[in-house]
Structures are given as structure tokens and as C-alpha cells.
């Protein structure tokens, strides 16, 4: 009997795998509020029964782009049931990269007998029409990753979609949505760019910690079992993935945390989780500039990761003393502590720490906690102890 396989599926800790999908859409996007408002304006006029409107959306991976036009798509078509009959097509230029296959993509999502080859590009739009028009509808089509478009094909199907209605004694029928990372405007032609209107870019940014933690929070509250997952985890979840602002690399550190949790046969993500599935993504030790640095940021270093290895955080002031018994480990003498804050400082600055000042827990101040978001502590521990003594001959 293979016993391997029951941890398949044991719920120790995921509760709702479905919730890590790529394509899950959550019913609240995180942080987004003021920017669906801005989509929401540029759409104004599709309240109206002749109404179309062309909105662009740039933003760095996992800003949430595609998530906001799909929401906004969802909310538009319940919110207009009962007065315009939209409906909404999501085409991925990735995979569609071609005008002729976008085209063949918009018309199989409306009718999926239609057929798929043997159709020229002049006859997908004329079927297209047809539909619209038959069904008395109002259609917005989604391209995501339209630079792909672009580069392939250029412009000019985004062209004939704006026209549609001309030639014709209807109005109103296709609105668009164009995704990119890109500011893919520069690779419009200004016919278009003249349709779309500049003023109807949306520029997302990247998300802040907070926003990160708040998505983190979001997902353990729908995808985990409840108890599984300590708001210190989130931390240090928010803290890896803040150099990007990637909500998926934020979802994906919080995933691969979960399963190994269950896989080690328990039910509480520990710090090490997390730890182990940072290494996985570029930002780990092997990419980190420790072989660079001097002998006493190694030393302050190397005690902060013996501490790690067993604790989530420690504080500046238990670093320090750290500090002290490595210098003492390796008969060096410690410097001053206005140079230790500015040696800790430098290793907050290269993102091989993070730090965090909070109110202290006795008496009156502040304590700077420092944790390990990027890197496991053990593997830098192992790293150090093979550079320490050769920087130490040097110094």
C-alpha cells in the first residue's frame, strides 16, 4: 500500500486548494478600491443603451490587473441586468497572438460550435456582429497581455473592433479592455490611439506590504483550516514578497507554506515554511551578495541566523549581544554599537534582513525586531561559517 499518497488531500492545514488557483477570483480585491472607481468612470457611459466605452490597464506582474477588469466585468452585468443585456469575453493574447486567433477566441467564447477553421479574419468579425446583434446585446471584450497582440500582428484588429458599428444602423455594441505590463500605447498607431483616448489609461502600481499581508490574510481566511496559519507567517509572507509588490508571489509563498506543513504531518505552518519556499524564488542565498561583505557584517549576520533558525524574530538589542559571542567565537574584536546599527542598517538595505520597529512590550520606547523573510537562517548559517574565517585572515 502506498502510504505516501494519504497525505493527498489530508486537510491538515489547506482547507479550500481552489482558493491558490491562478484564475480564483475573489468577490473583494484587496487595495484596489480607488482604481475599480477609475474603471468604473471611464465606463460611465455604457449605462446607457447606445453607450461604449475603451479603458487601457498597465501595471507590473501581480498588481492585479486581470483581476480588476474580470470583477468589473462580473459587477457590470449583474449591476445592468435589468437595463442593458451585457455580456463580457476574456481573451489571453498570450495564447492568441494573432489577430485572426483573437478574433476566432471572442467568437468561440460567444458560440462554441462555431467553427474554428477555414474563416478569414473578414468573416470572423462579420459572425461576430451577427451575434451581437442577434442576441441584442452589448459585448466587452477583455484582451490581457495585448502587447503580445501587438508585436505579432499590430493594431489592427483593435481598429476594426472600434468600427464595428459602422455600416450598420446599430450603435453601442462592443466595448474593449486592453491589458499590459507595458505602456502599449507608444505601439498604437494615433488612429487608434485617437479611439481609445489617452485619458482612459489606468496605471496600477505595485502592492506595499500592507496590501501584500491584507491579500496574504484574505487567502488564509478562505483557503486555510482555521488556527493553521499565525499572523506571524503573514509577516514574513508580506516582508518576502514586498520587493516585488507581487500578490501572486504573496499567494504562492502562503501555498507552498501550507503544503509543506502537510506534508511534514503537521498542522501549523511554521516560519521555516515560508522560509524554505522563499529559496525557491530568485531572491534567495545563491543570488544575495554575502560573499561580498565585510568580516563584521558576516559575524553580526551569523548570530542573527543561529537565533533564526529556532525564533521568527530578535530583536537589535539580542542581535547585538549575538554579535558579541560570535566575535568572541572567532577572537575579534567587537565594534561600537553606533557602528553595529550602521553594519545592521547596511544589511537591511541589501534585503538580507528585514526590520520592523513596534512599541516595546515593557516600559516606554521602541524595539526593532529583525527577521529572515528571504533566505532560510540555516542555510546562511552554513555559507558563513565556511567565508568567516578567510574574511577574518584579511581583516
Known sequence: MSTYLDRIGAGLVINRPDVFGFDYLPEVLIGRDEIQVQLASIFSNIAHPNGT????????????????????????????????????????????????????????????????RGLGLGELLTSLKRMIRGSNSHLIVTLDEVDHLFRQSGDGIIYQLMRIDEDSDTTGSLSLIMISQEQVLDLLENAVISRIGRTNHIRMPPYDKKGLYQ?????????????????????????????????RQAIELLEGAAKRAEAAGRSLIEAKDVQKTVITLPSNVDSMNIDTLSAHHMLILIGICRRLKREESVTSGEAEKLYHVACEEYEVEPKGHTTFWKHLKKLSQENIISTKTTNAEVGRGRTQYISMPHMLPSDVSRRLETLIPGKIKKY
Open 53 to 116: 466605452s475603451r479603458a487601457v490597464i498597465t501595471g507590473p506582474v501581480g498588481s492585479g490587473k486581470t483581476a480588476v477588469a474580470k470583477v468589473f466585468c462580473n459587477d457590470v452585468i449583474k449591476h445592468y441586468s435589468d437595463k442593458r443585456n451585457i455580456k463580457s469575453v476574456y481573451v489571453n493574447c498570450r495564447n492568441a497572438a494573432t489577430s485572426s486567433r483573437v478574433m476566432q477566441a471572442i467568437v468561440q467564447k460567444l458560440d462554441p460550435g462555431h467553427p474554428d
Open 215 to 247: 491579500i496574504a490574510e484574505q487567502r488564509r481566511k478562505l483557503a486555510l483550516v482555521t488556527g493553521t496559519c499565525p499572523d506571524e507567517i503573514l509577516e514574513l509572507i508580506s516582508e518576502s514578497a514586498e520587493p516585488s509588490g507581487d500578490a
